[in-house]
Nanobody
């Protein structure tokens, strides 16, 4: 069982930056692939980024590639999402997710554990 708690969301102007954190409980965090997803009002939840348990493989949605960076610190049981050059269309609730896996899932149906979400609002 893994419990996930996101933090770091807030209100930022377009062009600004935020860093989201997701703290995980449990002693096996290092065995889990981690993903970030987001859901804007009226939209389906969508994939943003994911990272392998070892940190050596990362994947990004085309819409955030080059602006967002996912990373993890297994010693701190935490995964991060550094978001730069934010745009109003990045406004959404951001969720982290965990799946005990050797590969890196990019579909939300493949993740078993989810956080409660953190709101990111980008003003124009």
């Amino acid at each position: 069982q893994v419990q996930l708690v996101e933090s770091g969301g807030g209100l930022v102007q377009a062009g600004g930056s935020l860093r989201l954190s997701c703290a995980a409980s449990g002693r096996t965090f290092g065995s889990y692939a981690m993903g970030w997803f987001r859901q804007a009002p009226g939209n389906e939840r969508e994939f943003v980024a994911a990272i392998r348990w070892s940190g050596d493989n990362t994947y990004y949605a085309d819409s955030v590639k080059g602006r967002f960076t996912i990373s993890r610190d297994n010693a701190k049981n935490t995964v991060y999402l550094q978001m730069n050059s934010l745009k109003p269309e990045d406004t959404a609730v951001y969720y982290c997710a965990a799946e005990r896996s050797d590969y890196v899932p990019r579909e939300q149906s493949e993740y078993d554990y989810w956080g409660q979400g953190t709101q990111v609002t980008v003003s124009s």
